[in-house]
């Protein structure tokens, strides 16, 4: 089946400790993204990319980094100088053409605690 | 600036319709997107109506938008427990990368 997977589904990470999330795609999309929920707010972008090996910046980059060696994969990095990373972080890709609507795919989510 | 804006809760009866508004900004949005989440899941593309439309319906849903007004509207009628979750209106900005913008979310509550 084609699809976007995150995992772990939960994780838990000390303070002062990097984490990184993963997020893999089977639907040959060209555009990932990285968006950040958290209680009562809607998704707010952290990192994209739309081809390999280019990825920029979105709304709230401070604290993480991402990386794009490969189509289907973009793996985001939680790191320490990220002061409140206690969240639910969704990975989503989108085909760069050929689909009306240009919708955007979400994977089921990775929900962060950092103890 | 970018905003989108939605009421936070709504509350329905199994077997009325219910009405999830949204309001936004930027009036050359090209697709306007309604999303679906059920609790500790990912988003789920609902429906999404391109701007030169007024109305698009697909079953149960209907999306109503007034461009005038820059408003958005999600009725599912025949409203079910199934469809308790959080909805979220979206828009799309251009500029090559194509962001979407969320509001926060509407919490649909279907009580007996």
């Known amino acids: 089946d084609g699809g976007i997977t995150q995992s772990p589904k939960y994780l838990f990470r000390k303070e002062g400790q990097n984490v990184t999330l993963s997020c893999e795609q089977n639907?040959?999309?060209?555009?990932m993204y990285w968006y950040r929920q958290d209680p009562g707010q809607g998704l707010r972008l952290i990192y994209y990319?739309?081809?390999?090996?280019?990825?920029q910046k979105g709304d709230i980059a401070e604290g993480y980094s991402v990386s794009r060696e490969k189509k289907e994969s973009f793996p985001l990095t939680v790191t320490s100088a990220q002061k409140n990373p206690t969240a639910f972080y969704l990975c989503a890709s989108k085909p760069t053409s050929g689909r009306a609507g240009n919708e955007q795919f979400f994977g089921p989510g990775t929900r962060l605690t950092v103890l | 600036g970018e905003d989108v804006e939605q009421s936070l809760f709504l509350s329905v009866r199994e077997g009325d319709s219910s009405v999830i508004n949204c309001t936004y900004t930027?009036?050359?949005?090209?697709?306007l997107y309604w999303y679906k989440q059920e609790p500790g899941a990912g988003l789920q593309l609902l429906t999404y109506?391109?701007?030169?439309?007024d109305m698009k319906q697909d079953q149960r849903l209907t999306v109503l938008l007034n461009k005038k007004d820059k408003h958005l509207s999600l009725r599912i009628a025949d409203t079910q427990t199934g469809d308790s979750a959080i909805y979220f209106c979206a828009e799309i900005l251009g500029g090559g990368y194509n962001k979407l913008i969320f509001g926060a979310g509407t919490r649909l509550a279907v009580h007996p």
């Open positions: 930027d009036s050359s949005s090209t697709y």
């Open positions: 990319s739309q081809i390999v090996n280019d990825f």
């Open positions: 639907l040959n999309h060209d555009a």
């Open positions: 109506i391109f701007s030169n439309m």
